[in-house]
């Protein structure tokens, strides 16, 4: 199955890549105090969401190397009985 090969038939594609235009974007509005506070206040809500996470989840990431001796020694006062 071959297919025809046929000329872009907008000539504004082709151009698109080198247009430029000479009508400036208008400058950013300065951002408010209240803007500023609100994105610090997210900034921090989200940090202290990490901390917490890390806090809470270090005794599951951590050995516990306790954990066999008092098992062996509930199975051995069992034994005892």
Known sequence: MSRRREPVPFAFVAEADTF?????PPPPEPSSAGQIAGRWLLAVTIVA??????????????LDHTAPSQQSQASQSSEGR
Do not use: E, K, Y
């Open 20 to 24: 430029r235009s000479n009508v400036a």
């Open 49 to 62: 969401a990490l901390v917490g996470a890390l806090v809470i989840g270090m005794p599951a990431l951590s």
